[in-house]
């Protein structure tokens, strides 16, 4: 009896606990939004902006608020990241100068178990961008904080996924406004870097800049972006049986619907043609069926000429 009484106070405790932990949550994400409210409705307008007075590019200030409360982001304050002297309206000139870094947050790993941002930060240090551009090239270049969200590692659509993490690629290499405020150096046109790929269309739809531009060895996501000179560029790499895309682009998605879902390589065949990867499980097992009974009947034809001829001879004795 005392033993059901202690269980039936701990059952009671944990669940005061967990009501409290879910009541206290709840009221974080609530005044976080309505925190929020008072900053969207300025940045919210589509035309909000100014122009740089030193680069004379105009500087978009505008946030999508429905993006970004489907952005990863979307359970923190504004001010979780930025000045809380931003709250002062109008705001500070002071604050266009304010210096953010991811790391302040993501630097902590237990809470981003897939990703070692330790690695991501070293990987970034060596890549193409950082040596050309330096300081002035950040992780906001390529991933916006306001509309940010993981993809690959939650999307089972690979189309999808290929068109949203090629489109930050994209963002900057087919628009030369962006490019501008990097040093003013000019980047080529794609099609000429890759006038030697066929199909270029074709594999910008099917196929993720970085599978090619990085080095797949880095656990989570590769940041380090190789020269175009040190790119992959032997097709057998990615059409083998062995693609380089299973250990990039298809790595997140299950062993099982790789291996057991009809085609062996399914998952890559429902975007690109895979040589050694049309194998088929069932077709397989149907094969060998088939070529089992064909030995079967060979032998049982063998068998019953072997006594018919025997009996024939038995009866012209």
């Known amino acids: 009896m005392l033993l059901y009484n202690n269980i039936s106070k701990m059952k009671s405790l944990i669940f005061f606990l967990l009501l409290c932990f879910l009541t206290t949550n709840l009221s974080a994400k609530r005044n976080n939004k309505e925190e929020n409210n008072k900053c969207f409705r300025c940045h919210s307008w589509s035309t909000l902006g100014y122009r740089d007075s030193n ?13 970004f409360y489907s952005s990863n982001h979307r359970n923190l304050a504004c001010i979780d990241c930025h000045s809380k002297d931003f709250r002062k309206f109008p705001h500070p000139a002071k604050l266009k100068k304010e210096g953010l870094y991811c790391l302040n947050c993501h630097k902590d790993n237990k809470k981003f178990s897939v990703l070692n941002f330790k690695i991501i930060e070293a990987d970034f240090k060596e890549s193409i961008h950082y040596k050309k551009f330096g300081n002035e090239f950040t992780c906001f270049n390529c991933h916006d904080p306001h509309i940010f969200k993981i993809n690959a590692r939650k999307n089972s659509q690979i189309s999808q996924t ?3 993490d090629n489109q930050i690629c994209l963002s ?15 980047v080529p046109a794609l099609n000429e870097v890759h006038d030697w790929l066929p199909h270029l269309k074709l594999h910008l739809a099917n196929v993720r ?4 531009h990085t080095y797949s060895n880095t656990p989570g996501v590769s940041h380090l972006i190789v020269a175009k000179e040190n790119a ?4 057998v790499n990615c059409h083998s049986e062995n693609s380089l895309l299973l250990h990039t682009l298809y790595k997140f ?7 057991e879902q009809g085609f062996i390589n399914a998952i890559i065949l429902n975007n690109s043609y895979i040589i050694g990867a049309t194998r088929n499980y069932y077709l397989n097992l149907f094969s060998f069926i088939i070529f089992g009974i064909v030995i079967i009947a060979l032998v049982t034809h063998g068998y019953l000429r072997y006594k018919s001829n025997k009996v024939m001879k038995n009866e012209k004795q």
């Open 55 to 67: 680069s004379s590019i105009l500087i978009n200030l505008s946030v999508n608020q429905k993006d």
């Open 162 to 164: 290929v068109m949203y």
């Open 172 to 186: 900057c290499h087919n628009n030369i406004n962006k490019i501008e405020l990097l040093s003013r150096k000019v």
């Open 209 to 212: 800049c970085i599978d090619c």
């Open 232 to 235: 992959v560029k032997d097709c």
């Open 253 to 259: 998605q299950s062993k099982q619907n790789r291996t």
